[in-house]
């Protein structure tokens, strides 16, 4: 229990869940940039970069707050599916999957937060109106191929 009378177990533990798989994503783009070819290389590659980047900026967001909670950073990585198709189309759709997975968890945050702390609850709104940005990005990249 915090100062403001927050259970923050619930927070904690969610806000690990977010980390994690913002670091998974630090992962998954660095590996995107690093295998893709072809003649929209370059845009993408720096796309992905992008991305890695902005991942890891999430994941020491949210390592910042649940340790303002008084919780405890869990040391790892969500789990990274690959299935070792480094088309581009697969890669978009690789990357869409992960988009809609933190987007998720960045809802289950507003849920818990509602009613409970204004400020969690700007965060994961934040948090959730940049994700769905991600998901519209992706969903115009895929436009050429199909929108899953």
């Known amino acids: 229990m915090s100062e403001w009378n927050l259970d923050t177990e619930p927070f904690v533990s969610v806000l690990n869940e977010i980390m994690q798989a913002e670091l998974a994503g630090v992962v998954r783009y660095t590996h995107y940039a690093l295998v893709i070819t072809g003649p929209n290389r370059l845009p993408l590659v720096a796309f992905m970069q992008e991305q890695a980047t902005e991942s890891l900026t999430h994941a020491q967001q949210a390592g910042e707050i649940l340790t303002g909670l008084g919780g405890h950073p869990e040391q790892g990585i969500a789990p990274i599916e690959e299935s070792h198709d480094h088309s581009i189309e697969t890669i978009l759709q690789e990357s869409l999957a992960h988009e809609r997975?933190?987007?998720?968890?960045?809802?289950?945050?507003?849920?818990?937060?509602?009613?409970?702390?204004?400020?969690?609850?700007?965060?994961?709104?934040?948090?959730?109106?940049?994700?769905?940005?991600?998901?519209?990005?992706?969903?115009?990249l895929l436009r050429d191929y199909s929108i899953a």
């Open 101 to 140: 997975r933190a987007l998720g968890l960045y809802r289950r945050l507003l849920e818990l937060a509602e009613g409970q702390s204004v400020y969690l609850e700007e965060y994961a709104r934040g948090q959730i109106g940049a994700e769905e940005l991600h998901v519209i990005e992706m969903n115009k």
